[in-house]
């Protein structure tokens, strides 16, 4: 199973709204409503920000919301705050019945 | 709470095996299936598979299978992961993931353990 497709790097100013896609197959991505995202600031664990493409956990802003088209995928930071500057990745459920994560992206807030 | 909390970091030397351990607290370990991802230095996250807590079968991703092995104890509510001949590219922190499964279907990951550093050197 290849990994999914994050861009290596997006950046933005603070208050701006920044996207982050995440491209797969019609096996994983496009094929199922199972894609979630994640947070990790360096040195630290990964937090769930957004599970079954849209879905807020409880104690996540309001800031991030998820949307997928087709088999792309996009994690949407609006308001973007210092303390948003991480790593990213999505993942999805595959028809393989796996688990794949994207390559990760690393946004930086100028 | 909901954490899940891994055992400390380990030095190793090529050859040998490791085993870390992953203990939940706060939820019913049965309840959810055990994730394992490996995240070696400077890169991404690598899903390595998961195992049933219910039936403790273990299913492993490509590249995962032969020296890696998944296993609970549910008595004291523990997961681990015990890696074999280690090879120098086994470097890397391994996380513990805890998930919901229905009908086979792995969703989202949460909560996570604070990771296990397995360093492999001579």
């Known amino acids: 199973q290849s990994a999914l497709t994050q861009p290596a790097s997006v950046s933005g100013s603070p208050g701006q709204s920044i996207t982050i896609s995440c491209t797969g197959t019609?096996?994983?991505?496009?094929?199922?409503?199972?894609v979630s995202w994640y947070q990790q600031h360096p040195g630290k664990a990964p937090r769930l920000m957004i599970y079954?493409?849209?879905n807020r956990p409880s104690g996540v802003s309001y800031r991030f919301s998820g949307s997928k088209s087709g088999n792309t995928a996009s994690l949407i930071i609006s308001g973007l705050q210092a303390e948003d500057e991480a790593d990213y990745y999505c993942s999805s459920y595959t028809s393989s019945s796996t688990r794949v994560f994207g390559g990760g992206t690393k946004l930086t807030v100028l | 709470q909901v954490q899940l909390v891994q055992s400390g970091s380990e030095l190793k030397k090529p050859g040998a095996s490791v085993k870390v351990s992953c203990k939940a607290s706060g939820y019913t370990f049965t309840s959810s299936a055990m994730n394992w991802v490996r995240q070696a230095p400077g890169q991404g996250l690598e899903w390595m598979g998961w195992?049933?807590?219910?039936?403790?079968?273990?299913t492993y991703a490509q590249g995962f299978t032969g020296r890696f092995v998944f296993s609970l104890d549910t008595s004291v509510s523990t997961a681990y992961l015990q890696i074999s001949s280690l090879k120098t590219e086994d470097t890397a922190m391994y996380y513990c993931a805890s998930s919901t499964m229905i009908r086979g279907v792995i969703y989202w990951f949460d909560p996570w353990g604070q990771g296990t550093l397995v360093i492999v050197s001579s």
């Open positions: 019609s096996s994983d991505v496009g094929g199922y409503n199972y």
């Open positions: 195992i049933n807590t219910n039936t403790g079968n273990p």
């Open positions: 079954d493409v849209s």
